[in-house]
């Protein structure tokens, strides 16, 4: 089972960026996992966000953050980041990144209580 940190949340200005990182603690070797990243937000259910494939050549959105997020991975380096761009206040929420099987129904994915780090927040506000 790979576990995960997240890092890399603060608060911005609606249209600011932000960069999250992921970082692989443990669970073998990293390049077998799709790296998944979802949000939750105070009163509402966790959400995929975006998810990237083992091997970096598929990666999904959401609806909601289409052509403002850009998730990568450096296998060597054991991580996964999220660029976020053009921030909205509905974007504001705790992020956590996963790994679920693939990234097909990524958003579906529940895992245990072992499979989620403590996740970053990300506040977006005037």
């Known amino acids: 089972q790979l576990q995960v940190v997240e890092s890399g949340g603060g608060m911005v200005q609606p249209g600011g960026s932000l960069r999250l990182s992921c970082a692989a603690a443990s669970g073998g070797r990293f390049d077998y996992y799709a790296i998944g990243w979802f949000r939750q937000a105070p009163g509402k259910e966790r959400e995929g966000v975006s998810c990237?494939?083992?091997?970096?050549?598929?990666?999904t959105y959401a609806d909601s953050v289409k052509g403002r997020f850009t998730i990568s991975r450096d296998n060597d380096k054991n991580m996964v980041y999220l660029q976020m761009s053009s921030l909205k206040p509905e974007d504001t929420a705790v992020y956590y990144c996963?790994?679920?099987?693939?990234?097909?129904?990524?958003?579906?994915?529940?895992?245990?209580?072992?499979?989620w780090g403590q996740g970053t927040q990300v506040t977006v506000s005037s």
């Open positions: 990237i494939s083992s091997n970096g050549r598929i990666t």
């Open positions: 996963a790994a679920p099987p693939n990234c097909l129904y990524y958003s579906n994915y529940v895992g245990n209580d072992r499979s």
